[in-house]
């Protein structure tokens, strides 16, 4: 099992970063795990890592960020994670993060190649041949996927008065140079090319014929993906079944075998989380994607039969505090913030010891961008000692000897009082 994980305190930016629960998943006894040779059919039910939150659209230009974790079966990218390459395959990576890919665990999805030109700021992406649209009734008739469909999707998406400001600004235009070739040309080069529109939360590609019909319509959700969505009950479950002119295969023992596997899939959304627990020890579900780390012992002692994979989460509870305004525009004041809290006492008291000091926002997993805490000059590391003393004489220095108070936001309330007193640590009303 690997480590749980929370986040750590970032006084340059003067955020105080909260830590967040450990993650796990769990799979119920009653799903059916191929021991030898993969077999085809069943059903699977499924709590995925949001499963008290539903759809929020099946319009890919509302720009949901839910939208292809929802739709990710029935609409396809033109790159995904190469999962040949995970540690469950003898690789390196275990493919847990969010948001992040290893730079050499990319494969092409709906793009057979791609290369980078121009110093590079020319894409091109040759997509594979004979992928098709299944036909939709009253919708759209079935047909192969070309270049028009991806500068569509984009297009849509970038004149979207929904979508995130700059998000495609590297990006000057995308155009088909054939009927299964693309190019988009860049402005600058950005780092994020090929997740902000290659295998992202917005890198969907979608047919005109579905958007341009009442494409907020769960109904007319089709795409060229492994599942189609089959039935959707508003904050309950969507049903999604599989699609027989699916394209993809995969290889497994030498022998090669025709995607889906699966018959169906039903994802669940509970909203109450001790109900969607009670759920998987009973074996209503089948695969729980997100488990709080305190409800596992008492999962493992009322249902040993569980298979569990323990993984360091990636996301946090934080304050964002505005460096532009005193007396957070004062260094000093943020390194005392950061001094005052003592986080290894919350890792072991609040946490009970699941979780990390530094995983956020470069999580562990980010090969070749995370630096471990332990290799930074001590200026940083000091920063994750619990020091009220020092946090004291910092804000004395910066003209604070007797503390001030702030007010934050609250989560779903009033807004309340916090107060840094001199003894270097946060109190007051929650707001």
Known sequence: MSRYGPRHFLAAL?????????????????????????????????ANVYYTVAPLSFDSGDWAWKFNLDTGLVYEQLMVADLGKAKRNGGQYPFVSDAWL?????????????????????????????????????VMEARELTADDVVYSFERMNKSPKKILTYFDHITDVK???????????????????????WGYN?????????ESKGKDRKNANGTGPYSLTNYVQGNAMTLTKNPAYWGSETIGGEK????????????YIRDESAALTSLRTGKLDIMESVRWSAVEELKRNAPK????????????????RVDQKPFDDVRVRRALNMAINKP?????????????????MHV?????????????????????????KAKALLAEAGYPNGFSFKTPGLGRQPGPRSLVAGGRLSGQVG
Request: charge should be neutral.
């Open 14 to 46: 003067a955020t105080v970063a909260l830590m967040t629960p450990a993650t796990t998943w769990a799979q119920a006894p009653s799903a059916k795990v191929a021991v030898e040779k993969p077999q085809y059919g069943g059903s699977l039910s499924i």
């Open 257 to 268: 075998f025709k995607l889906p596997f699966t018959d169906t899939i039903t994802y669940r």
């Open 365 to 389: 997993n980010y090969v070749g961008y995370y630096e471990p805490l332990s290799n930074m000059p001590e200026s940083v590391r000091e920063l994750y000692v619990y020091n009220p003393t």
């Open 176 to 198: 088909a140079t054939g009927k299964h070739s693309v190019v988009f040309n860049f402005n600058t080069f950005n780092a994020e090319w090929d997740y902000r529109y290659g």
């Open 345 to 361: 006492e919350i890792i072991a008291s609040y946490y009970g010891g699941n979780a990390e000091l530094l995983n956020f926002p």
């Open 306 to 321: 569980l298979k569990w994979n323990r993984y360091l989460g990636n996301n946090a509870s934080y304050i964002t505090l």
């Open 102 to 138: 290893p730079p050499d665990a990319l494969k092409g999805e709906l793009a057979e190649s791609w290369k980078l030109l121009d110093n590079p700021l020319r894409l091109e992406v040759q997509l594979r041949k004979g992928i098709m649209f299944p036909a939709k009734a009253g």
């Open 203 to 211: 890198s969907s590609i979608v047919p005109k014929e579905v958007m």
